[in-house]
């Protein structure tokens, strides 16, 4: 725009920023933060700040993110707490997650984003008795955490699929493919994230079991079953997908030569030969 002098807007920046957010162009999204103002006059508002903490928590640069939310002009908002939020919880920053989490579910009380990653934070940390405590509370409140769901587009019909799903009618040969699946998988190095299991739960295999039941992993299977060789796996996920499932679709796409597209509530994440076009950020 600026080679073509087309004078960039509030709008263009907030654009911008998020790409940088989602590259982890922290240098650049820095650079253009401080041009917006200094050069083009443009104030930053709620959208700006977000996307500038999202892509500052994203690189763990925490010091920084408190600076900004003493400093700017605003209180933050539900959208802006939530990244914080992720951040904290990928990053195992619990202090401040804690803190975050507290400022959200005041900010938005009826809100299950708040109740749920703020627990995730407390299991993380091994403290069970305040995770018990968060699911006390909004069973009080009557909150419901928000189901995850993944679905999946066979033949012109669409498949849906929640965690531990044996609803389908092919439920049979879709974890026989699962557990073809996990067995590859292992036989490629893939240890599983259990980190990602944040229920009460001490047995090893039991948390292993729960990650290889995940919603996507279901419709992936289902994909790999019901399509030929070479064809391209389209996934979509109403939530974030957990870390787990991503390392596990990198490693998939390589073992059976396929390309896996999943949508989460994230971003398009394009899995192919080992690698995906997130670059592990998101």
């Given at each position: 725009m600026e080679s073509s002098n087309v004078k960039p807007n509030?709008?263009?920046?907030?654009?911008?920023?998020?790409?940088?957010?989602?590259?982890?162009?922290?240098?650049?999204?820095?650079?253009?933060?401080?041009?917006?103002?200094?050069?083009?006059?443009?104030?930053p508002d709620i959208?700006?700040?977000?996307?500038?903490?999202?892509?500052?928590?994203?690189?763990?640069?925490?010091?920084k993110v408190e600076e900004i939310l003493e400093s700017m002009p605003m209180q933050p908002d539900a959208v802006m707490l939530k990244a914080l939020l992720s951040a904290c919880r990928v990053h195992k920053n619990f202090n401040l997650g804690k803190k975050a989490g507290q400022w959200l579910m005041e900010l938005a009380p009826d809100d299950d984003a708040g109740y749920v990653l703020l627990s995730n934070i407390f299991a993380l940390e091994g403290n069970l008795a305040s995770v018990l405590e968060m699911r006390k509370e909004m069973r009080k409140k009557g909150i419901r955490k928000q189901a995850g769901c993944s679905s999946i587009e066979v033949n012109d019909s669409i498949h849906e699929f929640v965690v531990g799903d044996i609803t389908h009618p092919r439920k049979d040969e879709i974890y026989q493919m699962l557990d073809e699946m996990v067995q590859r998988l292992k036989m490629s190095g893939y240890e599983p994230d259990v980190d990602q299991v944040l229920l009460d739960i001490?047995?090893?295999?039991?948390?292993?079991?729960?990650?290889?039941?995940?919603?996507?992993?279901?419709?992936?299977?289902?994909?790999?079953?019901?399509?030929?060789?070479?064809?391209?796996?389209?996934?979509?996920?109403?939530?974030?997908?957990?870390?787990?499932c991503h390392s596990a679709f990198k490693l998939l796409s390589s073992i059976y030569n396929r390309i896996i597209i999943v949508r989460d509530s994230s971003r398009f994440h394009h899995f192919n030969a080992g690698s995906c076009s997130c670059m592990d950020y998101w």
């Open positions: 509030a709008i263009t920046f907030s654009s911008v920023l998020n790409a940088c957010s989602h590259g982890g162009l922290v240098k650049d999204g820095l650079r253009l933060f401080d041009k917006m103002r200094t050069y083009y006059g443009i104030d959208v700006h700040y977000g996307c500038l903490v999202d892509l500052l928590s994203r690189a763990a640069l925490f010091d001490d047995e090893q295999d039991m948390k292993h079991t729960s990650l290889f039941h995940h919603s996507e992993k279901l419709a992936v299977a289902f994909g790999l079953i019901s399509t030929s060789p070479g064809t391209t796996i389209r996934v979509v996920k109403n939530l974030r997908m957990c870390s787990d």
